[in-house]
Nanobody, 115 residues
Framework: QVQLVESGGGLVQAGGSLRLSCTAS????????FGWYRQAPGKQREFVAD???????DYADSVKGRFTISRDNAKNTVYLQMTSLKPEDTAVYYC?????????WGQGTQVTVSS
């Protein structure tokens, strides 16, 4: 089993920055891709970014150039650095860990961007 715990959300003004963290515990060595997703009120959960164990990254078009996903293996932590935040980035952000046959989700952290 893997537990994912997100932190770092909060309230920020448009144009500001936040860094989200996702710390994995348990059998995290079974995870080969970590990702960030978000869900705004009344909308479906959507992909934001992900990173494989080989370091390959992918981003949603809406966040390219503004968000960066990274990983600190020593800390079992994945980060999402968010800059130039916009009100439309407001959502609950979830960390996802994907293994060969399993998927784990964190509990989410709220990000609110005021205009």
């Amino acid at each position: 089993q893997v537990q994912l715990v997100e932190s770092g959300g909060g309230l920020v003004q448009a144009g500001g920055s936040l860094r989200l963290s996702c710390t994995a515990s348990g059998t995290s060595f079974t995870i080969n891709t970590f990702g960030w997703y978000r869900q705004a009120p009344g909308k479906q959960r959507e992909f934001v970014a992900d990173r494989t164990n080989f370091g390959a990254t992918d981003y949603a078009d809406s966040v390219k150039g503004r968000f960066t996903i990274s990983r600190d293996n020593a800390k079992n932590t994945v980060y999402l650095q968010m800059t130039s935040l916009k009100p439309e980035d407001t959502a609950v952000y979830y960390c996802k860990g994907s293994g060969s046959s399993t998927v784990y989700w964190g509990q989410g952290t709220q990000v609110t961007v005021s205009s």
